[in-house]
Nanobody, 118 residues
């Protein structure tokens, strides 16, 4: 049974930091590129960051570049999103996504809420 379980969200003030985690099970984690998306109320789901498999190449949306860092630990089947200097516009439901570039299989988590407000 495939599962992606996100955690680490919460309510923080502007300028604070959070680290999101996403634990995967039910598939070969190391074969999947891992990505974070977010969706604010009334908005489309947007891609935030991604990390490739073996090469560990990372990419970021312009809106989070230099503030967010994605990383993965294949020994723990976990992907992280370190979020620093959070802004109110970062408020959203954050989703973990796993994508296999060879088979095009894709899996989604249920999301974790991040709210940035003073």
């Amino acid at each position: 049974q495939v599962q992606l379980v996100e955690s680490g969200g919460g309510l923080v003030q502007p300028g604070a930091s959070l680290r999101l985690s996403c634990v995967a099970s039910g598939f070969t984690f190391s074969n999947y590129a891992m990505r974070w998306y977010r969706q604010a109320p009334g908005q489309a789901r947007d891609w935030v960051a991604g990390i490739h498999t073996v090469a560990r190449v990372t990419k970021y949306a312009d809106s989070v570049k230099d503030r967010f860092t994605i990383s993965r630990d294949d020994t723990r089947n976990t992907v992280y999103l370190q979020m620093d200097n959070l802004k109110p516009e970062d408020t959203a439901l954050y989703y973990c996504n796993a994508y296999n570039p060879w088979t095009s299989n894709e899996h989604w988590g249920q999301g974790t809420q991040v709210t940035v407000s003073s």
